[in-house]
Nanobody
Framework: QVQLVESGGGLVQAGGSLTLSCGQSGSSFRLNVMGWYRQAPGKQRELVATITRDGTTNYADSVKGRFTISRDNVKNFVFLQMNSLKPEDTAVYYC????????????WGQGTQVTVSS
C-alpha cells in the first residue's frame, strides 16, 4: 500500500508563490508516474501536472509557464513549484502516483488547501 502525504499548502496573495511537496509515508515503493490534481469548490477534480520517472512532464494549459513539477526518484518525492498564483488557483491540491510494479492503480494523498487572495 502506498500512503502519500502532501505539505506546503497555505494562504498567499495573488502573484505570490508556494511549493507543494508529496512523499511516501511508511513505505518505499518504486513509483511510476507522479502528479498533482486539484479540486475547487463545486468543481470536478482536474489535472494540474504529471511527471514520469524519466522526467517527462505534462501540464494543464491553465498553469503552463507558472507551475513547475519535479521529482526525486531516490526519496520518492514530487514537488510543485507554483508562481504567479491567481485566485482561480484556489483549490485542494492532491498528490497522485502509481507503482512501478503495479501500474494503473492510483494512490492519492489527503489533499492540501491552497488559497490565493485577490
Amino acid at each position: 500500500q502506498v500512503q502519500l502525504v502532501e505539505s506546503g499548502g497555505g494562504l498567499v496573495q495573488a502573484g505570490g508563490s508556494l511549493t507543494l511537496s508529496c512523499g511516501q509515508s511508511g513505505s518505499s515503493f518504486r513509483l511510476n508516474v507522479m502528479g498533482w490534481y486539484r479540486q475547487a469548490p463545486g468543481k470536478q477534480r482536474e489535472l494540474v501536472a504529471t511527471i514520469t520517472r524519466d522526467g517527462t512532464t505534462n501540464y494543464a494549459d491553465s498553469v503552463k509557464g507558472r507551475f513547475t513539477i519535479s521529482r526525486d526518484n531516490v526519496k520518492n518525492f514530487v514537488f510543485l513549484q507554483m508562481n504567479s498564483l491567481k485566485p482561480e488557483d484556489t483549490a485542494v491540491y492532491y498528490c497522485n502516483a502509481d507503482r512501478w510494479d503495479y501500474r494503473g492503480y492510483d494512490y492519492w494523498g489527503q489533499g492540501t488547501q491552497v488559497t490565493v487572495s485577490s
